[in-house]
């Protein structure tokens, strides 16, 4: 793949509502400037707009023409996935518009300086992680059945596979971590994958859905 003159890159793991707090990161090459949370879609624009010669990487779904359904994007990449059993949540309108009064990535995609299919991307931390580091799913995320100790042992191995990758000091000792500070430590993880998908796409081959969803190979 090309080298592009961009440098910075900005991971967002952005809420379904506007106004829940969303992970942000901001990395030189593979360099940690910034990581944390935010309270809501105003501050994830306003953080971004400080660098509007980063390239965007954003863990939500930024375009959202179907009512109902999945959209084709889901469809492509469950082609390519469902084997390996990773799955997609459904995306359409009359689902989000649960969430939030409006449909918070659009609201993004409306706001930033960074164009849709140039500068700015989705991208999916569970297609990072299996790809470039853990070869199946990692079952972070909270789900029926698994309990806070199991999601705090399954962080630690997202954190120290960012550490072998990401320079800067993000480690937490997540033992120590619980209820919203656990929730919160894991979005800006997640914006950490999402910034580092980025960087590896620059220098790695990837593949593009419809010409707006990264996902590295």
Not at 187 to 194: A, R
Request: charged content about 25%; glycine content about 6%.
């Amino acid at each position: 793949m090309k080298n592009s003159k961009f440098m910075l890159y900005i991971g967002i793991d952005l809420a379904w509502s506007e106004n829940n707090y969303s992970g942000v990161t901001l990395l030189d090459d593979n360099k940690i400037i910034y990581t944390g949370v935010v309270s809501n879609l105003n501050e994830v624009i306003t953080f971004i707009k400080k660098y509007p010669d980063a390239i965007l990487g954003v863990d939500a779904p930024l375009v959202v023409n179907n009512k109902t359904g999945n959209r084709s994007i889901e469809i492509e990449f469950l082609k390519d996935y469902s084997s390996k059993k990773l799955g997609v949540y459904p995306v359409n309108r009359n689902l989000m518009l649960k969430y939030s009064k409006v449909i918070v990535g659009e609201e993004l995609v409306k706001n930033v300086p960074q164009k849709l299919g140039k500068e700015l991307f989705e991208v999916y931390p569970h297609a990072t992680i299996m790809n470039c580091f853990h070869g199946t799913v990692l079952p972070y995320k909270r789900k029926k059945g698994r309990n806070t100790e199991y999601i705090r042992e399954q962080l630690k191995i997202l954190q120290s596979y960012l550490q072998e990758v990401v320079e800067g000091d993000f480690y937490k000792d997540i033992d120590e971590l619980k209820g919203i500070k656990l929730k919160h430590y894991e979005d800006m993880l997640d914006s950490i994958v999402c910034a580092y998908t980025l960087f590896y796409c620059q220098k790695n081959n990837y593949k593009t859905y419809e010409n707006i969803f990264k996902v590295p190979l």
